[in-house]
């Protein structure tokens, strides 16, 4: 059971997020588009890791919170794709909220072992914990779900969440090539 704060935090959330993705305009890029991933890290294995070592490639930088139901679904969606999406080259990085916005929750590995395990061996995708430097940067609203899709030299290209609802986007933005503008 819900306490009333928690659902109205739900609610201010969803109506935040549903009135512009109806009107077919959600857009969580704080600044316009394309700009330059920041310079920030992740723990994967106790390791501090930097986003700059994915460079060269396309990928998708996924915040997640352990405990969101959209993360969940888009994780069991992303996971039926995955064959179209490793044929492609494309990498999914798969991180979770620092702290797991407050709430208790496996870490990002122990969330693919729940809803994906067979990601877990999946050679395209990597896990790893936000660093406290890496949410004030990418997600200052704590937002449960956010993913940024990243080209070849490092720019973001789109910002969005639930990957269950644009997966079009996502599958697009993997097919293309540098050379056909980047943005999907």
Known sequence: MMCAKTRGLALVLLVALAAPAAAGMLDLADRPLPYPMPAVTFTSGEQAR????FEGRRYMLWLVSTWCH???ASLRVMDKANDRLAEQGFTIVLVRNHDNDGAPGPDARGFAHRFAPKLLDAANWRFGEASAQMKQTLNPRQ???VYFLVDERGRVQAVSTAPTATLDRILGFARATDAEGGAP
């Open 50 to 53: 930097s986003l700059a070592a």
């Open 70 to 72: 959209t993360c969940i």
């Open 143 to 145: 937002y449960p779900d």
